[in-house]
């Protein structure tokens, strides 16, 4: 079993930052694939970036530029730097943890980009 736990998302103006975080515990041996997706009301969830045993990154076009994923190894922890936001990054975010055979969710945290 692998836990997820985001935090950071938050109210933040157009062409502003934030950083969310996504701490694992657990099975964290089996992991191999993190990443960050999100759901803006009435829309299907989609992925936004993706990190592969801590180096091979991949990103949704409507984020290349802006947004970046990294990762902490020593603290387990996922992060993503979004920079200059715009209102329709608006959404909630959830932290992904994919091993050989199973999907973790975190509970997701909400982003809101408005003036």
């Known amino acids: 079993q692998v836990q997820l736990v985001e935090s950071g998302g938050g109210l933040v103006q157009p062409g502003g930052s934030l950083r969310v975080s996504c701490a694992a515990s657990?099975?964290?041996?089996?992991?191999?694939?993190m990443g960050w997706h999100r759901q803006a009301p009435g829309k299907q969830r989609e992925l936004v970036a993706t990190i592969t045993s801590g180096i091979r990154t991949n990103y949704a076009d409507s984020v290349k530029g802006r947004f970046t994923i990294s990762g902490d190894n020593a603290k387990n922890t996922v992060y993503l730097q979004m920079n200059k936001l715009k209102p329709e990054d608006t959404a909630v975010y959830y932290c992904l943890a994919s091993t050989l055979y199973v999907d973790y969710w975190g509970q997701g945290t909400q982003v809101t980009v408005s003036s």
């Open positions: 657990g099975s964290i041996f089996s992991i191999n694939t």
